[in-house]
């Protein structure tokens, strides 16, 4: 039965879906509601990840200016994992094999480094002074 195809992405889709409105309702800018993050309280250093729940709760508002503002390369992202979800769901949908079968991009050998650079490039760059009003949340 193809539904039964589509429960990989489907349960995907409902926790990040979960997630994004708990995110959307309870606000990441007051405090208390969320942990700091374990880099930026160990060493004073914004991470690449710094940011993402207040960029995502703007996100969720509507807001692309003020995620921006906390998270570019969130901002950047979060089209391309829609992208990739949509084309695994798609992909389960059509293909009976795709169901046990990695997604595509996992089997992809250069996309974990190309990921790995441009994480520690922007984790580097938005800790830097100069570049701080720019890259830093």
């Given at each position: 039965?193809?539904?039964?195809?589509?429960?990989?992405?489907l349960v995907v889709g409902?926790?990040?879906?979960?997630?994004?409105a708990y995110v959307a309702v309870?606000?990441?800018?007051?405090?208390?509601?969320?942990?700091?993050?374990?880099?930026?309280?160990?060493?004073?250093?914004?991470c690449a990840g710094c940011g993402g729940l207040r960029a995502t709760h703007d996100l969720a508002h509507g807001d692309l200016a003020g995620a921006w503002?906390?998270?570019p390369l969130w901002v950047v992202v979060v089209?391309?994992?829609?992208?990739?979800?949509?084309?695994?769901?798609?992909?389960?949908?059509?293909?009976?094999a795709a169901v046990s079968a990695a997604p595509a991009v996992q089997r992809v050998v250069w996309v974990p480094w190309v990921v790995l650079a441009v994480?520690?490039?922007?984790?580097?760059?938005r800790n830097v002074p100069?570049?701080?009003?720019w890259l830093a949340p």
């Open positions: 039965m193809r539904l039964d195809r589509l429960r990989g992405p409902g926790l990040v879906a979960a997630a994004t309870v606000d990441p800018n007051s405090p208390g509601h969320y942990l700091v993050c374990p880099l930026y309280l160990l060493t004073g250093h914004y503002a906390m998270n089209p391309l994992l829609v992208v990739a979800w949509l084309r695994w769901t798609a992909r389960s949908w059509r293909d009976p994480t520690t490039a922007f984790t580097v760059l100069t570049l701080a009003p």
